[in-house]
């Protein structure tokens, strides 16, 4: 079954704060009109993030629980709307700290690390040495948040993630986008767009998420790995459209569409465009010295993507995945 | 050393080979020409090596059988191309372009992503200029996850203003040229839609288990184009050289997954990707081309590469000359006359394979036992294996070598060159 949603393109001139939702992955506000620790250094953005199970009913009717993030307001407040890919991480072109503070209301340990962005990275491990985390965890019910800072930052698009058995966490829905223009309307330098659509992918294995919400995912119990991983759900942005496409409606015609893709998930997507080619900007946040123009982007677990093009008078297409 | 074209049988052989094959100017890839095509998607069965027949939906030429891949639709630069599709599958089918801007759909329903055709409805037209040269795919826009699968995918080569560039700069020049379009097959699927199951078709559980190039599984890419025992796989894969030309080769992934497509012999420089040059500026030639022994073309992209064998830097003289002999045409000048490194075993002790034409020299044959029987290398050339390096990709349904695999055959100077 094929499903298409809406088309939902950002504005560049819109704040962030006014950020359109894009599927459930909100655009999330940064945080810093409201944070008193950062009321004084607009450059600085403060991020407070929960991790949690929810539940989300699939297109066919299945539940199935999916561990997301939620942006509350303040650590403890419990306001913040719990998804997957959690909200989108907005920094500015002068941001120059991000701090994420993280709440932990799953019933194991967790953490958060963004690829790309470099970061502190105290490995935890196992009694017998072996890494369980990339980096510092949030105990489950964590009474004080766990802090991650980031300070050396750089125009991109970024996925964040846990850190901590990411074989299991990762694929469970633990992942996000983080995004920074070089400038107001400018994706990397020289680069201007004029709207903006950010597209996380993931997969579900609703199996696998049974057996790690019921407590039967681990050593000897029934499921003891992720090996045979065998997604049923596609999801762009949280919803399970991948089989369908984007429309790039004719309205944008002659507009810089800038398209940022994140692959959160752990199988290689194509998204695949119609009807215009695009310059291939940038990979996992480095710009291309010379971009070059593409139809097909080839996107392998872990990797972001940002293309530029000026919608053509048709508008555009976009197949989310070629390879789906 | 004497040379097998002019030894032996060599020379009734170039006769033969000379009588059945009238050799064109320069190797071309066999397809349908433009501008206007009337194409009708309908259902067939594809060939496998091991014997299998596997129901399948393609595109067909008209009133043709069903085609696996469909034809491939030759056009030129700045051409207005009309193709016209009509269905007699039981499902909706369209066309997509990508590459193309502007591309036009009148007539049939609409669709997701462009009109569709109903079964036995009225037929589209999909019109747009070929404003750009370059390899492109074309395939179904229709539920295009079953579609492709099933085989509704095709090329179109859009032909430079100047012949023998493969786009408008004289980086892209070549001698010859050679489609490599790659696609896999789960016969599982077919079965399905084939007993009319398709409401059991299941994705989540896609294991293909056939791969193939031009349509055909490896041994039978090596069967010429158009034998009449693949009515609906007309396209062989069987590059074939000379000594320095230039081959352009147009790889297509038009199926869904990804294959590392590894060249024995010689780099490939990738020059264009998608149907674009891989140019800093317009104008400044393929600049921003790199040399791949491997290459994993996007499922629904293109890539353009130049293959270019000379045996360079091997280090010693393909041809067995003696110093002081005249330079042959493509011949790599620094190794020449330069002695052959290793003393040749007595034949005796030799178990040669089907492609050892019984002397290391290119175009000279020697002696092979006759346990090892008549060599398929009729003319002494050099044979190199071109194949996904996905290993398990290199069988037929679990029986190898087979699957998504060819070889390229470099020839002697003096050998004309078959094309397939």
Redo the contacts between chains.
């Keep these: 079954m094929k499903k298409y949603h809406a088309a939902t393109v950002r504005s560049a001139s819109l704040a962030p704060a006014l950020a359109l939702l894009l599927g459930s992955a909100a655009g999330c506000a940064t945080g810093d009109e409201g944070d008193p620790q950062t009321r004084a250094a607009l450059t600085s953005v403060f991020v407070y993030l929960r991790a949690e199970a929810f539940t989300k009913t699939m297109p066919d009717g299945r539940d199935v629980v999916m561990w997301g993030y939620a942006q509350d307001s303040a650590f403890g407040a419990h306001d913040g709307v719990l998804s997957s890919p959690g909200p989108v991480i907005e920094l500015q072109a002068d941001t120059t700290r991000l701090t994420v503070q993280l709440e932990n209301n799953l019933d194991v340990p967790t953490s958060l690390v963004i690829d790309g962005l470099r970061q502190s990275l105290p490995a935890v491990r196992h009694p017998d040495g072996r890494v369980r985390s990339f980096t510092r965890e949030a105990s489950p019910g964590n009474v004080a948040p766990v802090t991650y800072v980031y300070s050396v930052l750089r125009p991109g698009t970024f996925l964040y993630k846990t850190g901590t058995s990411p074989q299991v966490q990762v694929q469970m829905g633990l992942l996000g986008a983080v995004r920074r223009p070089s400038a107001a309307g400018e994706a990397y330098a020289g680069r201007a767009f004029d709207d903006e659509l950010l597209l996380v992918y993931s997969e579900v294995d609703p199996e696998l998420h049974d057996a790690v919400a019921g407590g039967q995912y681990g050593p000897g119990l029934a499921v003891t790995s992720t090996i045979k991983y065998v997604p049923q759900y596609f999801l762009v942005n949280g919803e399970d459209v991948m089989s369908g496409a984007y429309d790039v409606d004719p309205s944008l015609a002659g507009r810089r569409l800038l398209v940022r893709f994140v692959n959160g998930g752990l199988r290689s997507h194509v998204p695949l465009f119609l009807q215009a080619d695009v310059l291939a900007l940038a990979e996992d946040g480095f710009p291309y010295k010379y971009p070059t123009k593409r139809t097909a982007v080839l996107m392998p677990a872990g990797k972001t993507a940002d293309v530029l093009f000026t919608v053509p008078a048709s508008g555009a297409k976009l197949l989310y995945d070629r390879m789906f | 050393m004497t040379k097998h074209t002019t030894s032996m049988g060599g020379a009734m052989l170039l006769a033969l080979a000379l009588a059945s094959f009238p050799a064109p100017a320069r190797g071309a890839i066999p397809g349908v020409e433009g501008p206007s095509f009337s194409l009708t998607a309908r259902a067939g069965f594809v060939s496998t090596p091991e014997g299998g027949s596997i129901y399948s939906w393609g595109y067909a030429d008209g009133a043709g059988l069903m085609q696996y891949p469909g034809p491939s639709l030759l056009v030129d630069e700045g051409d207005v191309v009309t193709v016209t599709l009509s269905n007699e599958l039981p499902v909706n089918v369209s066309i997509?372009?990508?590459?193309?801007?502007?591309?036009t759909a009148l007539g049939g329903v609409p669709g997701?992503?462009?009109s569709e055709v109903e079964p036995g409805g009225t037929p589209v037209t999909y019109q747009f200029t070929a404003a750009r040269p370059g390899t492109y795919q074309y395939f179904t826009?229709t539920?295009?996850?079953l579609g492709v699968e099933m085989g509704l995918v095709g090329a179109l080569i859009v032909r430079s203003a100047t012949a023998g560039w493969a786009y408008g700069h004289a980086d892209g020049a070549y001698d010859r040229e050679f489609l490599v379009l790659e696609t896999e097959m789960d016969p599982i699927i077919h079965e399905l839609v084939e007993t009319g199951r398709i409401a059991e078709v299941d994705?989540?559980?896609y294991r293909p288990v056939y791969w193939f190039l031009n349509g055909r599984s490896a041994p039978d890419t090596m069967v010429p184009a158009g034998a009449q025992w693949f009515p609906h796989q007309p396209y062989s894969c069987m590059p074939m050289s000379h000594p320095g030309d230039r081959l352009l080769v147009r790889l297509i992934n038009a199926g869904?997954?990804?294959h590392p497509f590894h060249t024995h012999g010689q780099h490939m420089r990738i020059i264009a990707?998608?149907?674009?040059l891989?140019?800093?500026a317009p104008g400044a030639g393929a600049d921003?081309s790199f040399l791949r022994f491997t290459t994993?073309v996007?499922?629904?992209?293109t890539e353009d590469a130049i293959y270019s064998w000379t045996g360079d830097n091997l280090g010693w003289d393909v041809y067995g000359h003696r110093p002081g002999d005249p330079l042959e045409p493509g011949e790599y000048a620094l190794d020449h006359g330069k002695p052959f490194p290793v003393i040749m075993p007595d034949p005796k002790d030799l178990e040669p394979g089907p492609y050892y034409a019984g002397s290391p020299f290119l175009g000279v044959a020697g002696y092979r036992p006759p346990v090892a029987g008549t060599s398929p290398n009729a003319h002494a050339g050099y044979v190199f294996m071109w194949h996904s390096h996905k290993e398990y990709e290199m069988v037929n349904n679990d029986t190898p070598p087979g699957g998504m695999m060819t070889m390229l055959i470099v020839e002697h100077p003096d050998v004309p060159v078959m094309e397939m």
């Design positions: 997509v372009f990508p590459g193309q801007q502007g591309v997701a992503l462009t826009g539920d295009t996850q994705f989540t559980a869904r997954g990804l990707q998608d149907g674009r891989l140019e800093s921003l994993t996007a499922p629904g992209g």
